[in-house]
């Protein structure tokens, strides 16, 4: 999607693009921001590099093909680099990296395998330490290759830094050149952070560490995750390096200095491109950020021998990664829904080449995201793809909106079913309502409905459920009840007793309890307890079913959430009709007995924590209700008894603290037995 596309460029096209391209060094090296990814940036320099090879008249000294990076930051001293610090040529194929290599054997006249040293390169920052008699003395940034800044304060902070050289033999004076970078678990933490404390978050590890390092508080920099890694060597005085690029980065490592432990000596072209897959693979799985590998001749004398050109030497180049983010544009933006009934948004993109494979879908995440990005249909966006993760729409390139761009709209109605749409104030994820009625929700909802703590419907396990649905024997609840032992028999390895087992099952299941098939119906966030709560508390479906979210506040263990949750279930006509249609077909069920002064626990609240032997916490919980106490699921001053198991913790010292009555196990256990419902 550049600019400039045409094939005879003018002047004024030349000098156009000098400007965007300043405007863009501008905007990261000193800002520290970026408007495009990198891909795109290296298109823009590539083609200034081709019209002005073409036109070479049309070079000025401020191109940006004739410098290195961008102007340094006002608010720190400037730093003059004596051997300036050069930017490599990229390749962005093995045809390039092949062409390059051909390009050395010619100049050194030679068609003998070559020795070249090659690393990854770190997407970091590029920076200078200077050390006089084996102290640190300066840090300083690449800036322009010629003028850095001095950022000895904040270098200082950086714990993979020295202070001082270990061991002996170093020169009197040396400059190490490395990358500062930033791994990937401190950027997920930091960012992660500051989603917390409504800060903003950086985009990349790179802008991260940029970010970080040009605070003009070292305080603040200190607290940032950054690394240092070094690639290379610049001033050298009093003293000498051994004759090869590799064998200086592990004298620099005897030294106390970092040096990445991926770096390698390979012979020749073949060696030179299996490095490059190897690197590629593994890219993914390392713990920091990389975009390409960096070649060079590994003996100095040769590197002398070659030279260099105006901004680069001719003795190394960087041979680029698959760019991980790239720009295009968002076509529109669509809903899909999960098992568990999210709508999820989806960008629908004009197809893109990223990380390795052409991406026309992205994820948003949710519409918190899609308005914390500010994304409209229309947009020129930066999508991100890297390794197997599903490619993500990363930011807007704001200058480019159409005017006719438009909202993205969370719909009301599940595009899948047609069920209202339930978005709860505070959470992030918006869900269909519609349940067991939902294709996309129905699978685990069936599964769910038929489970052990729920419906109970022994030989109808997952393995029957998948070739119901996929025969079209099934799609809601309610199916289950109207199947016959004949359709059973027709299936793959279901013979006649088998057919029978499960229609004789699922027939029993028609005699269930009110919390049973409230707890079937997979409510959102109502489990066992609180199904068996407000089966108690409303004592027969009819008023749960018409009872308002103040009135649901009533019951133990619902709070605001749940209470939503319960609302909107039993008010979207799709669910209302499938509980009658159950009904209709047989399901019942007594209604629960309500407290009364009768029942041994009748007014009493309980609590159970812990790992319990003899029983689950569940039937624990059951066993409590039949009994007529309400279980809770934390303890407060009303709680009447806490049943603590191994493991129990900050429930247990809470009812300590309020002087709640405790017992084991063993003692709950005979409570169970003095009211024989255990043995």
Not at 96 to 124: H, I, S, V, W
Request: hydrophobic residues 40%.
């Amino acid at each position: 999607m550049t600019d400039l596309q045409q094939t005879d460029p003018n002047r004024n096209d030349h000098d156009d693009l000098v400007t965007r391209i300043r405007q863009l060094d501008y905007e990261y090296y000193v800002l520290n921001e970026s408007s495009l990814p990198d891909a795109e940036y290296d298109r823009l320099m590539q083609k200034l590099i081709s019209i002005e090879a073409a036109h070479p008249e049309w070079v000025r000294d401020d191109s940006p093909t004739q410098r290195v990076g961008g102007q340094p930051q006002a608010g720190f001293t400037q730093v003059q680099h004596e051997v300036p610090m050069l930017s490599l040529d990229n390749a962005f194929s093995d045809e390039d990296l092949a062409a390059f290599y051909k390009r050395l054997q010619d100049r050194m006249n030679t068609t003998d395998a070559l020795e070249l040293a090659c690393e990854p390169k770190l997407d970091g920052i590029a920076i200078s330490l200077l050390y006089e008699d084996g102290r640190l003395v300066r840090g300083a940034t690449r800036g322009d290759g010629t003028t850095g800044e001095d950022i000895t304060a904040n270098v200082r902070t950086i714990r993979s830094i020295p202070l001082s050289l270990r061991g002996d033999g170093w020169p009197k004076v040396l400059e190490v050149r490395g990358e500062i970078y930033m791994p990937r678990q401190g950027f997920e933490r930091m960012n992660a952070q500051a989603l917390e404390q409504g800060e903003k978050v950086f985009v990349n590890p790179r802008n991260a560490a940029s970010g970080s390092l040009r605070q003009l508080d070292p305080q603040l920099t200190a607290k940032r995750p950054l690394e240092m890694c070094c690639y290379s060597v610049g001033r050298v005085e009093g003293g000498s390096l051994p004759e090869t690029h590799y064998d200086t980065l592990n004298a620099l490592a005897g030294w106390g200095l970092k040096i990445n432990d991926e770096s390698r000596v390979v012979t020749g072209l073949d060696d030179m491109l299996a490095y490059y897959q190897r690197m590629l693979g593994r890219r993914d799985d390392l713990t920091y950020e990389i975009d390409g590998i960096v070649y060079k001749i590994n003996r100095f004398q040769l590197q002398q021998r070659l030279g260099f050109v105006s901004r680069a030497p001719r003795w190394a180049i960087a041979r680029k990664f698959p760019a991980q983010e790239e720009m295009t544009r968002l076509l529109d933006v669509e809903f899909q829904v999960g098992r568990t009934g999210a709508l999820t948004p989806v960008a629908r993109l004009e197809p893109v080449f990223v990380g390795g494979v052409t991406v026309s879908n992205a994820t948003l995440h949710n519409m918190d995201e899609v308005e914390r990005i500010g994304v409209h249909i229309g947009d020129t966006v930066i999508v991100r793809r890297a390794g197997d993760v599903i490619p993500q729409v990363v930011r807007v390139v704001d200058d480019q909106r159409p005017v006719d761009a438009k909202a993205v709209e969370l719909p009301a109605a599940c595009p899948v079913c047609g069920s209202a749409v339930e978005r709860v104030e505070g959470e992030a994820v918006s869900r269909c309502t519609g349940g067991i009625h939902c294709d996309a929700q129905r699978r685990e909802a069936l599964k769910h409905f038929v489970s052990r703590r729920a419906l109970d419907i022994e030989g109808l396990g997952e393995k029957l459920i998948d070739t119901l649905l996929e025969k079209g024997l099934l799609h809601t609840p309610g199916d289950l009840f109207e199947l016959t032992a004949d359709q059973l028999v027709e299936l793959d390895r279901m013979g006649e007793k088998s057919a029978n087992n499960v229609i004789n099952a699922i027939d029993a299941a028609k005699q269930t309890t009110l919390p049973r098939f409230l707890y079937a119906l997979g409510i959102r966030e109502v489990g066992v307890t609180t199904a068996a709560n407000l089966a108690q508390h409303f004592g027969g479906l009819e008023k749960l079913w018409s009872a308002t979210e103040e009135t649901l506040l009533e019951v133990d263990d619902v709070g605001p959430k749940v209470a939503a949750h319960v609302r909107h279930f039993f008010e979207e006509p799709n669910n209302r009709l499938e509980i009658e249609r159950l009904v209709g077909l047989g399901l019942t069920w007594p209604d629960p007995a309500p407290a009364s002064g009768s029942m041994p626990l009748s007014g009493q609240t309980w609590v159970v924590t812990g790992k319990l032997e003899a029983l689950s916490r569940d039937e624990a919980k059951d066993y409590l209700q039949r009994l007529g106490a309400k279980v809770a699921g934390s303890v407060s001053a009303k709680t009447s008894q806490l049943v603590a198991g191994p493991g129990a913790g900050s429930k247990l010292k809470k009812a300590t603290d309020l002087d709640v009555p405790v017992m084991d196990e063993a003692a709950f256990l005979d409570v169970l037995r003095e009211h024989r419902l255990w043995q």
